[in-house]
């Protein structure tokens, strides 16, 4: 067996270990959905014999020392750190595998760039959950990671091969390694923003499906079920407030939006080297300036008022639409100077 | 209801600890506009001069509103450049596109939407932006200058409305307390202790008591403002780099030279107040280009140029051009653009004389070097007609037909010239500049056989075939490659270089480097002003209260709190403190 082929196994397994997290990931979140919907009941069972333990009001003490969530399984927990975990390390050892058979550093086209993405995601998920454990974000994270590892795997995959002239650089592993990192960043940041949007809502009562709509009112009917006030949203009474998760999602996408200012800069000298142009207006570069201003914009709006909050967040998801369509849309039906995909 | 007004706001610039600054920028003064939050201010309306609309303009423009309305149409403005194609980067593209559709292509011509970074439109939004970000970032600028003399604020009386909180008690003097505290908060960073971190003000407050007020971060707003400066440095350096650059290509094929000069280039593109006299005229030879490419898949690998460079006055010196390894000489950029292969053709004419010699650039079309190309013969002997012979090389040709060809790798195995031929006037006298990889067919008629059917001629190297119609023969002499240089001076590169890294280093010094206030305050006994009641049944000996702020969500407030309280205290640090501070507040 050749180291690639050694590493597209390690990748599969990869894919799998994140599959089991996920499932464990949304059996914690349904626990605790579960949980919550109980909650009122419980509570009032035990009003007279005083709170136990970990049923504290989560509304209350849903600051930071929140570390497991009522009604939250700690086998699920558990499972999900370690596959997980698990994952980390299989992806780690192929893209290592990826770079020994290929011959340089894995992130020369969309194969090992999503690879490389997932795993500076999963990281961060990591890092970011050893401090507190938030099941949601495990979901979300993980629901893209194998949602991007399946197409990396089954649409982007091309041979381990040595790259074209263009990308012999060390810049092969600054501007892009920067640039896949500050994607996987932005993947956990913008499902943090997500997790606060929700708990937003939910906190102030605020949903568009409990009006009637003019026109599509049957539409709204079907979808009532999946109200953020209603039952199936109680978990969200577990998760941190807004206001964390909002400084959550604001600490990263700072350090996103550092490293993605990085990998402008670094991908201006770069260009000047190869091309003899630091800028040249081509689609990838183009759609990298669009991201790097909407990211800009959320950080002026965080601190604008009437702007601060939801509508800020709202923008961190149009930064992140941008940045993963400039990664895919671009990379395979834009032509330009950045055609690495190396699918045709 | 009191629901509109709970959006929370983590760091807002009118927060608690705003300056007095963040008052003009943060539009915190334009009223109505947006959020629903207000109630209507009476319609009162002051007449305005010329003046006042004046002064209105600015400040919406300079407002952080408007900054963001501008941030986000430069972004939507940006995207059309990637959905049509530009004349700038495909000029062809374009000419595709408006023969396309011809109903909706000039008008978008005319829109500028083929050459969206140089339109009106997109123009207006980043210079207005800017304007925005100038008459924002100056009068925070002044204003920031004058706080960075300013002392940190005073002891509030009431230590227990903050959020981050600690207490103790010690038994030396107040004083000897606060003097320690301020001398602990005046150490500089671990390693680097003469970097101060804190501004420190000692205050005697009577009755025994006496404070410590300290500041730390005004990096903070610093790197705020040398980013936002940095970028309008960085937009006049590439405005400035606009007006001072040239460029220029040239194709040189193996064994030739060039000499740097405006005369010798193939095309020029050049700022305003680029000086053409202020080129040194090296000569650069091409000696050998070689051409690695994969056996099995032909993906390019490497290319490499090795030239021989002779700057005046100086002896002859050799130099290597790779893709990624551009060759400076004498302040000028020399990169290695593209690569092809010139063959190298004798055309005699009917009278049996050299109507043309030499290599003829062919353009390859794709990966295997189908290279397309146009060997034009003006000087024929008097009275016949001229000659013009279009087609193909084909590095590793293969026969996959009667007439049909194709090219099998990049690397000349068995090289074939695969030509049609046309005679008659080539239009090279009429004054207008020519393409020289296109035929200009309009004064030309095509070489025809028997049946009517277009003639083609295939010559391998050494070969020599008879041109139809008696127009004379064509000789294939030998197959050299070509280079595509581009030449490029750029004076502005370094600034450019600079500005965008000041850039960087301002923004991550903006967004990290925590803005934080502590004070501390160190009584006599009990019954001091502002203890909390809870800490006064520590005992005797003097009673430390201690709270902090941060700008902004600051996880690490409490625990450096803890730890100047650890160490003026002379405790003992708990292994680890969990949630530092909350606890306290709680």
């Given at each position: 067996?050749?180291?690639?082929d050694l590493?597209?196994l390690?990748v599969?397994?990869?894919m799998?270990?994140?599959t089991?997290?996920?499932v464990?990931y949304t059996?914690?979140?349904?626990r ?8 009122p009941?419980q509570?009032a ?8 333990d970990?049923?504290?009001d989560a509304d209350?003490?849903?600051?930071a020392?929140v570390?497991r969530?009522?009604?939250a ?5 558990g ?5 997980t975990?698990?994952?980390i390390?299989f992806?780690?050892a192929g893209v290592v ?6 011959g340089h ?8 760039f999503?690879l490389?993405?997932?795993?500076a ?6 890092v970011?959950q050893r401090?507190?454990?938030i099941?949601?974000l495990?979901?979300?994270?993980l629901?893209?990671?194998v949602l991007a590892l ?7 995959y091309?041979?381990a ?11 092969l ?5 920067v640039?896949?990192?500050?994607t ?5 940041a913008?499902a943090?923003?997500?997790l606060?949007v929700l708990?937003?809502?939910r ?5 568009h499906?409990?009006a009637p709509?003019?026109r599509?009112?049957?539409v709204?009917r079907?979808l ?5 006030t209603g ?8 998760v941190?407030d807004a206001r964390?998760?909002e400084?959550?999602?604001f ?7 550092v490293l ?6 670094g991908g201006a000298i770069?260009?000047e ?14 759609g990298?300036?669009v991201?790097?201003?909407?990211y800009?914009a959320?950080?002026?709006?965080r601190t604008?008022?009437?702007?601060s909050?939801?509508r800020?967040?709202?923008?961190v998801f149009i930064g ?14 834009v032509?330009?100077?950045?055609s690495y995909?190396?699918?045709? | 209801?009191?629901?509109?007004t709970?959006?929370?706001r983590p760091e807002?610039l009118?927060?608690a600890?705003a300056?007095?600054t963040d008052a003009?920028?943060g539009?915190g003064?334009?009223?109505g506009?947006?959020s629903?939050?207000?109630?209507p201010?009476?319609?009162v309306?002051p007449a305005?001069?010329p003046?006042?609309?004046?002064r209105?303009?600015?400040r919406?423009?300079t407002?952080?509103?408007?900054a963001?309305l501008?941030?986000l ?13 530009q004349?700038a980067q495909?000029p062809?593209a374009?000419?595709?596109y408006?023969v396309d559709?011809p109903?909706t292509?000039p008008?978008?011509?005319?829109l500028?939407?083929?050459d ?5 439109w997109?123009s207006?939004?980043?210079l207005l932006?800017?304007?925005?970000l100038?008459?924002c ?13 300013g ?12 959020p981050?909180q600690g207490?103790?008690t010690?038994p030396d ?9 301020a001398?602990?908060l ?5 390693g680097?202790r003469?970097v ?7 205050h005697d407050e ?6 410590v007020?300290a500041?730390r971060g005004y990096?903070r707003e610093?790197?705020?403002l040398?980013f936002?400066l940095a970028?309008?440095a ?7 780099g606009?007006?001072?650059h040239?460029?220029?290509q040239?194709?040189?094929?193996q064994g030739?030279s060039?000499v740097?000069s405006?005369a010798?280039y193939?095309t020029?593109?050049?700022g305003r107040l680029f000086?053409?006299a202020a080129l ?6 091409l000696d050998r280009?070689?051409a690695?490419?994969?056996p ?6 490497d ?9 005046p006055?100086?002896?002859a010196?050799?130099?290597i051009i790779k893709v990624n390894?551009p060759?400076?000489?004498a302040?000028?950029?020399?990169y290695?653009?593209?690569n ?5 053709v004798?055309v005699?004419d009917?009278a ?5 010699t ?6 390859p079309?794709d990966a295997v070097?189908t290279?397309?190309g ?11 007609p ?8 084909l590095?590793?040709s ?15 195995d ?8 046309w005679?008659?006037d080539?239009g ?5 500049p020519q393409n020289v990889?296109r ?9 025809v056989d028997?049946?009517?059917a277009?003639?083609?001629l295939t ?5 020599t075939v008879?041109?139809?119609?008696g ?6 002499d030998?197959?050299p490659?070509f ?6 001076r ?7 270089l600079t500005?965008a ?8 010094t ?17 019954s001091?002003?502002g203890?909390d009641p ?6 005797p000996?003097?009673?430390?209260t201690?709270a902090g ?13 803890d730890?100047?309280?650890d160490d003026?205290?002379?405790r003992?640090r708990a292994?680890?403190?969990e949630?530092?501070g909350?606890?306290?507040a709680?």
């Amino acid at each position: 067996m050749t180291p690639g082929d050694l590493s597209t196994l390690l990748v599969w397994a990869a894919m799998t270990a994140f599959t089991i997290a996920l499932v464990a990931y949304t059996v914690d979140l349904a626990r605790i959905a579960e949980a919550a919907q109980r909650r009122p009941r419980q509570l009032a069972r035990v009003g007279a014999g005083g709170v136990p333990d970990g049923v504290a009001d989560a509304d209350a003490g849903a600051g930071a020392g929140v570390a497991r969530a009522g009604g939250a399984s700690a086998r699920a927990e558990g499972i999900a750190r370690t596959t997980t975990a698990l994952g980390i390390v299989f992806l780690l050892a192929g893209v290592v595998l990826r770079g020994i058979a290929a011959g340089h550093w894995p992130t020369a086209n969309m194969y090992e760039f999503t690879l490389v993405g997932v795993l500076a995601a999963s990281v961060v998920l990591v890092v970011v959950q050893r401090r507190r454990f938030i099941a949601f974000l495990g979901v979300a994270v993980l629901g893209i990671g194998v949602l991007a590892l399946a197409m990396a795997l089954l649409v982007f995959y091309v041979r381990a091969d040595a790259v074209q002239p263009a990308l012999q650089s060390y810049w092969l592993v600054l501007h892009v390694g920067v640039a896949i990192t500050a994607t996987g960043v932005f993947t956990v940041a913008v499902a943090a923003s997500v997790l606060q949007v929700l708990s937003a809502a939910r906190a102030e009562g605020r949903s568009h499906l409990s009006a009637p709509w003019a026109r599509a009112d049957g539409v709204r009917r079907a979808l009532a079920p999946w109200q953020v006030t209603g039952p199936r949203f109680a978990w969200l009474r577990q998760v941190p407030d807004a206001r964390n998760l909002e400084a959550l999602a604001f600490r990263l996408n700072a350090v996103g939006f550092v490293l993605w200012t990085f990998t402008l800069i670094g991908g201006a000298i770069w260009a000047e080297h190869a091309w003899g142009r630091y800028w040249n207006w081509d689609p990838k570069e183009v759609g990298t300036f669009v991201a790097w201003v909407v990211y800009a914009a959320y950080l002026h709006a965080r601190t604008t008022r009437g702007w601060s909050g939801r509508r800020a967040a709202y923008l961190v998801f149009i930064g992140y639409g941008v940045v993963i369509a400039n990664f895919t849309v671009v990379n395979l039906y834009v032509s330009g100077l950045h055609s690495y995909s190396g699918l045709r | 209801m009191t629901r509109p007004t709970k959006t929370h706001r983590p760091e807002g610039l009118d927060d608690a600890f705003a300056l007095g600054t963040d008052a003009e920028s943060g539009s915190g003064s334009d009223p109505g506009t947006g959020s629903s939050a207000a109630p209507p201010p009476t319609p009162v309306l002051p007449a305005l001069g010329p003046w006042g609309w004046a002064r209105w303009a600015w400040r919406q423009l300079t407002s952080m509103r408007v900054a963001l309305l501008l941030l986000l149409l430069l972004a939507v403005a940006a995207v059309p450049g990637t959905v049509f194609p530009q004349h700038a980067q495909r000029p062809e593209a374009v000419a595709a596109y408006l023969v396309d559709h011809p109903g909706t292509g000039p008008w978008l011509n005319r829109l500028g939407f083929f050459d969206v970074y140089s339109s009106a439109w997109f123009s207006a939004i980043y210079l207005l932006l800017f304007v925005s970000l100038v008459g924002c970032i100056l009068p925070r600028s002044r204003q920031h200058w004058r706080a960075m003399r300013g002392r940190p604020p005073r002891t509030p009386r009431r230590l227990g409305r903050f959020p981050a909180q600690g207490s103790g008690t010690s038994p030396d003097e107040p004083r000897v307390v606060a003097e320690r505290a301020a001398a602990r908060l005046r150490r500089g960073w671990p390693g680097l202790r003469w970097v101060p971190t804190y501004r420190v003000d000692v205050h005697d407050e009577g009755g025994g008591t006496w404070s410590v007020a300290a500041e730390r971060g005004y990096l903070r707003e610093t790197g705020n403002l040398v980013f936002h400066l940095a970028l309008v440095a960085l937009l006049v350096a590439v405005a400035a780099g606009q007006l001072a650059h040239f460029r220029a290509q040239v194709v040189v094929v193996q064994g030739d030279s060039v000499v740097n000069s405006v005369a010798s280039y193939d095309t020029l593109e050049r700022g305003r107040l680029f000086d053409p006299a202020a080129l040194v005229p090296f000569t650069l030879r091409l000696d050998r280009f070689d051409a690695r490419f994969d056996p099995t898949t032909g993906a390019a690998r490497d290319f490499t140029a090795h030239v021989t460079v002779t700057e005046p006055g100086r002896d002859a010196a050799p130099g290597i051009i790779k893709v990624n390894d551009p060759l400076t000489i004498a302040g000028t950029k020399v990169y290695l653009q593209g690569n092809g292969y010139a063959p190298a053709v004798t055309v005699r004419d009917a009278a049996g004389e050299v109507a043309f010699t030499g290599p003829v650039p062919f353009l390859p079309q794709d990966a295997v070097y189908t290279s397309r190309g146009v060997i034009k013969v003006p000087d024929v002997s008097g009275g016949q007609p001229q000659i013009g012979l279009v087609g193909y090389l084909l590095p590793s040709s293969l026969q996959v037909g009667g007439d049909q060809w194709l090219s099998t790798g990049p690397q000349p195995d068995d090289p074939l010239l695969v030509l049609s031929v046309w005679s008659g006037d080539l239009g090279l006298n009429s004054g207008v500049p020519q393409n020289v990889y296109r035929l200009d067919e309009a004064g030309l008629t095509q070489a025809v056989d028997a049946a009517g059917a277009p003639v083609t001629l295939t010559v391998r190297p050494g070969e020599t075939v008879d041109l139809p119609d008696g127009l004379g023969t064509v000789t294939f002499d030998s197959l050299p490659r070509f280079v595509a240089l581009d030449l490029r001076r750029d004076p502005s590169l370094p600034w450019v270089l600079t500005f965008a890294l000041t850039a960087l280093a301002g923004l991550a010094t903006s967004l990290f480097a925590p803005r934080r206030r502590l004070w501390l305050r160190a009584a006599p006994g009990t019954s001091a002003p502002g203890v909390d009641p809870g800490a006064q049944d520590l005992g005797p000996g003097t009673v430390v209260t201690a709270a902090g702020l941060a700008r902004g969500d600051d996880v690490g407030l409490a625990p450096e709190l803890d730890r100047v309280l650890d160490d003026v205290l002379h405790r003992v640090r708990a292994d680890l403190p969990e949630e530092d501070g909350r606890d306290d507040a709680g």
